[in-house]
């Protein structure tokens, strides 16, 4: 089955630590996402990827690194700079960039900083 | 900029219920309009998508229709189960800068009782 898969799905990491999400695709995907979800709100963009070896920053990309080595992986690192890394990460896929185009999500890594 | 206003939450409403979740958006250009479902601990789903004006997209019995003059694509069901308890959320794509960055709602939770 094609899908998005995302590990771990829970992380615990120490102040001060850098950690890497990951999140691989099996669609034949061009376009990959990162997004933050906090409680009671929506998804915010930290980066994206139309390309292999091309990604760009999203609204919220500080403390925050990627790399887009294949086609089919996008891995996200939280690094020390972030100053409050506790969240929920998504990591989506789409076709392309076209605005028509849904997002197809994975399951999320649900990141504590103890 | 693009923005996308749910209504709060959480509904509660009781099995076989008529749903209505309100979304309306502001955007500059022409946008598609999407709205996902989230389950506890998941990713987020695609449950219907429009991509003009006056489209209807409908799934699983959901429905919502792209009305323009309104600036608005409200979620509605006419007979919920308790399988619907979810978090809804709405969002839009608009080609900028030559792609078509995803805009979300900040979620409604809907609590559907036996």
């Known amino acids: 089955d094609g899908g998005i898969t995302q590990s771990p799905k829970y992380l615990f990491r120490k102040e001060g630590q850098n950690v890497t999400l990951s999140c691989e695709q099996n669609l034949n995907h061009d376009a990959m996402y990162w997004y933050r979800q906090d409680p009671g709100q929506g998804l915010r963009l930290i980066y994206y990827s139309q390309i292999v070896n091309d990604f760009q920053k999203g609204d919220i990309a500080e403390g925050y690194s990627v790399s887009r080595e294949k086609k089919e992986s996008f891995p996200l690192t939280v690094t020390s700079a972030q100053k409050n890394p506790t969240a929920f990460y998504l990591c989506?896929?789409?076709?392309?960039?076209?605005?028509?185009?849904?997002?197809?999500f994975g399951p999320g890594t649900r990141l504590t900083v103890l | 900029g693009d923005s996308v206003t749910q209504m709060e939450g959480p509904v509660t409403l009781s099995e076989e219920a008529f749903l209505t979740i309100n979304c309306t958006y502001t955007?500059?250009?022409?946008?598609?309009l999407f709205w996902y479902v989230q389950y506890p601990g998941e990713g987020l789903q695609l449950l219907l998508k429009a991509t003009k004006a006056d489209d209807k997209g409908s799934n699983k019995g959901f429905e919502a229709t792209y009305r323009k003059e309104t600036t608005s694509f409200h979620l509605e069901k006419g007979s919920v189960q308790v399988s619907d308890s979810a978090v809804y959320f709405c969002a839009l794509s608009e080609t900028t800068d030559s792609w078509g960055k995803f805009q979300f709602g900040a979620g409604t939770q809907v609590v559907v009782t036996p």
């Open positions: 989506a896929s789409s076709t392309d960039t076209n605005s028509y185009n849904e997002q197809f």
């Open positions: 955007a500059t250009g022409y946008p598609s």
